[in-house]
Nanobody, 121 residues
Framework: QVQLVESGGGLVQPGGSLRLSCTAS????????MAWYRQAPGKQRELVAT???????YYADSVKGRFTISRDNAKNTGNLQMNSLRPEDTAVYYC???????????????WGQGTQVTVSS
C-alpha cells in the first residue's frame, strides 16, 4: 500500500508564508505527477499546482507568482511553498500523487489526509 502524509499547515496572517510538505511511503517504484489540491468550505476541490517527475510545473491562475511547487524524486517528497497568502487561500490542502508501484504497471492515484491552511488576521 502507499500512504501520503502532509504537514506544514497552520494559521498565518495575510501576506505571510507557509510551506507544505508531502511524503509518500510504501511500495513505490516511481511517482509520475505530484499535485496539490485545495478545498474551501462549501466549495469544490480545486487543483492548485502540479509537477511532473521531470520538473514540469503547472499553477492555477489564482496562485501563479505566489506559490512554488517542488519535489525530491529520491525521497518521494513534494513541497508547496506559499507566499503572499490571502484570506481566500484558506482551505484544506491535499497532496495527490500518481504512483507507479512496479515496472510495467500503470500509475494509481493516492491522496493524503489533508492539512488545514487558515489565512486570517
Amino acid at each position: 500500500q502507499v500512504q501520503l502524509v502532509e504537514s506544514g499547515g497552520g494559521l498565518v496572517q495575510p501576506g505571510g508564508s507557509l510551506r507544505l510538505s508531502c511524503t509518500a511511503s510504501g511500495t513505490i517504484f516511481s511517482i509520475d505527477v505530484m499535485a496539490w489540491y485545495r478545498q474551501a468550505p462549501g466549495k469544490q476541490r480545486e487543483l492548485v499546482a502540479t509537477i511532473t517527475s521531470g520538473g514540469r510545473v503547472y499553477y492555477a491562475d489564482s496562485v501563479k507568482g505566489r506559490f512554488t511547487i517542488s519535489r525530491d524524486n529520491a525521497k518521494n517528497t513534494g513541497n508547496l511553498q506559499m507566499n503572499s497568502l490571502r484570506p481566500e487561500d484558506t482551505a484544506v490542502y491535499y497532496c495527490n500523487a500518481a504512483v507507479v508501484r512496479s515496472s510495467r504497471v500503470a500509475p494509481s492515484s493516492y491522496w493524503g489526509q489533508g492539512t488545514q491552511v487558515t489565512v486570517s488576521s
